[in-house]
């Protein structure tokens, strides 16, 4: 916003409703820090444009527009599916820390240098929650036949990371 542009005039550049920040933050970030939640729930009743919501729409989607700019909307895919497999990362993260996946694609490492991620152990990882969903056996830690089901798909996707040449042909 410059200078000389009230919170009202800088709005009308943005292009995105409370309702479609709402509606890409609920795809985009179904879990995410406190203060975002904090953000949307401090808005303002929205009925009608006044300068109230308009400035706070523009203050709150100054702090969300990285989040929003990178928003990509899977149609195809799953919304709930995808949580449950984020719960099976974030729980791998837990349990393996420095060793885990999600840390491995941090730093970008996409070598095989441990056992846990050789192609015989994510594909034996997978069947193991593929026959216990069909057995109608719930997650270990989760208590959901769902999350038997996303962490088949999360091995999946773990073996596509660490495939090679795979990420270049996509891209």
Same mark, same amino acid.
């Given at each position: 916003?410059? +200078?000389?542009? @009230?919170?009202?005039?800088?709005?009308?550049?943005? #292009? =995105?409703?409370?309702?479609?920040?709402?509606?890409?933050? !609920?795809?985009?970030?179904?879990?995410?820090?406190? @203060?975002? %939640?904090?953000? +949307?729930?401090?808005?303002?009743?929205?009925?009608?444009?006044?300068?109230?919501?308009? /400035? =706070?729409?523009?203050?709150?989607?100054?702090?969300?527009?990285?989040?929003?700019?990178? $928003?990509?909307?899977?149609?195809?895919? /799953?919304?709930?599916?995808?949580?449950?497999?984020?719960?099976?990362?974030?729980?791998? #993260?837990?349990? $393996?820390?420095?060793? @885990? $996946?999600?840390?491995?694609?941090?730093?970008?490492?996409?070598?095989?240098?441990?056992?846990?991620?050789?192609? =015989?152990?994510?594909? !034996? &990882?997978? +069947?193991? #929650? =593929?026959?216990? $969903?069909?057995?109608?056996?719930?997650?270990? &830690?989760?208590?959901?036949?769902?999350?038997?089901?996303?962490?088949?798909?999360?091995?999946?996707?773990?073996?596509?990371?660490?495939?090679? %040449?795979?990420?270049?042909?996509?891209?």
């Amino acid at each position: 916003m410059s +200078v000389e542009q @009230s919170p009202m005039q800088a709005f009308s550049g943005l #292009h =995105w409703t409370p309702e479609e920040v709402a509606t890409m933050m !609920k795809h985009a970030m179904p879990k995410t820090a406190d @203060s975002v %939640g904090a953000i +949307v729930k401090s808005m303002p009743k929205y009925n009608a444009p006044t300068e109230e919501i308009t /400035e =706070w729409f523009f203050y709150a989607s100054a702090f969300l527009r990285p989040f929003l700019e990178s $928003y990509t909307e899977y149609e195809f895919l /799953e919304p709930g599916f995808l949580e449950a497999m984020n719960d099976i990362g974030r729980y791998g #993260h837990e349990k $393996y820390g420095k060793n @885990s $996946y999600q840390r491995r694609r941090e730093l970008g490492d996409r070598s095989r240098s441990s056992k846990r991620v050789t192609k =015989w152990a994510l594909f !034996k &990882h997978g +069947v193991r #929650h =593929w026959i216990a $969903y069909l057995l109608g056996d719930k997650h270990d &830690h989760f208590g959901t036949r769902e999350h038997n089901l996303a962490a088949v798909a999360f091995n999946v996707m773990m073996e596509y990371y660490f495939m090679e %040449g795979a990420h270049d042909a996509i891209r």
